[in-house]
């Protein structure tokens, strides 16, 4: 059974970096094909693609942040990392982590979400 | 960028109606879309995968359909526990891409 789940603070301040974690069960990132995704989605807003990393360490990133965001991978934790640089309010949001099996790029299960809300 | 641009943006329906959400992608993906519910204060839950495969445990009632840029999801008896919000997403390349999500609640 594939489970996910994310974990980091819940308030950040302006400017601050926002660091998360998914911490993952049920596969392996070292399985080829594999990936996990970050999704975001502002209150009452629709959801946004942040990033992905697969299995082979290739890693893609959204436009809108991708000067902010980094994504990295522990396959031995089974832990993938979300850092997101110079957190400013609009990006109070939920944070999401999912899985991605192999041969497809769409997100099969996620995580159960963390809520970040930026203010000083 | 692809756009994914969904319809209607809300709709209210009844226990037991058809329902059906549709998806323009701004150009052609194949048959590179995921449809996924959410409620509210949950995370989203995978559907359909490539335009019409339901995803492993998910009720027949639901059903995917369409290729290159229309897409739509059908729901073709609505039940109590269906009444959330419904995305779709294209895969077809880089950056991954959403609707803005069409929202079904109680007439």
């Known amino acids: 059974q594939i489970t996910l789940k994310e974990s980091g603070p819940t308030l950040v301040k302006p400017t601050q970096t926002l660091t998360l974690t998914c911490t993952f069960s049920?596969?392996?990132?070292?399985?080829?094909?594999?990936?996990v995704g970050w999704i975001r989605q502002p209150p009452g807003k629709a959801l946004e693609w942040l990033a992905l990393?697969?299995?082979?360490?290739?890693?893609r990133y959204g436009p809108s942040l991708k000067s902010r965001v980094t994504v990295t991978k522990d396959t031995s934790r089974n832990r993938v990392v979300l850092a997101l640089t110079n957190m400013g309010p609009l990006d109070t949001a939920t944070y999401y982590c999912a899985h991605i099996p192999t041969g497809d790029i769409a997100f099969d299960l996620w995580g159960q979400g963390t809520k970040v809300t930026v203010s000083s | 960028d692809i756009q994914m641009t969904q319809s209607p943006s809300s709709l209210s329906a009844s226990v037991g109606d058809r329902v059906t959400i549709t998806c323009r992608a701004s150009?052609?993906?194949?048959?590179?879309v995921a449809w996924y519910q959410q409620k509210p204060e949950k995370a989203p839950k995978s559907l359909i995968y490539a335009a019409s495969s339901l995803q492993s445990g998910v009720p027949s009632r639901f059903s995917g359909s369409g290729s290159g840029t229309e897409f739509a999801l059908t729901i073709s008896s609505l039940q109590p526990e269906d009444f959330a919000t419904y995305y779709c997403?294209?895969?077809?390349?880089?950056?991954?891409?959403f609707g803005g999500g069409t929202t079904v609640d109680i007439k």
């Open positions: 049920g596969f392996s990132l070292s399985t080829r094909g594999v990936g």
């Open positions: 997403q294209q895969y077809n390349s880089y950056p991954l891409t």
């Open positions: 990393i697969y299995w082979n360490d290739d890693k």
């Open positions: 150009q052609d993906i194949s048959n590179w």
